[in-house]
C-alpha cells in the first residue's frame, strides 16, 4: 500500500503530512497537482510497484 497525499502547496500540509507519517507507518508520497510537485515521483513509485508485482506497464509520453 502507498498513501498518495494531495494538496502539499497549502501553508499547512507540510505539518499535516509529519503528524499522518508519524501516526500511520505507511509509504506516503506527497504530491500537489496544482503545482506538478511530485508527479514524476508518484508514477516512478507507482511504476516500480507494478513491475514488482509482476506487471508490466508502458509509460504514456508527458503531454505537452
Known sequence: RVV??????LP???AHL???KRKFK?????ISCETGEG???LKMELR???LAAG???KL???PR
Do not use: Q
Open 4 to 9: 498518495i497525499a494531495n494538496k502539499l502547496d
Open 12 to 14: 499547512a500540509a507540510a
Open 18 to 20: 509529519r503528524a499522518f
Open 26 to 30: 505507511v509509504p506516503v508520497v506527497p
Open 39 to 41: 508527479l514524476e515521483d
Open 48 to 50: 516500480t510497484r507494478v
Open 55 to 57: 506487471g508490466k506497464t
Open 60 to 62: 504514456m509520453p508527458r
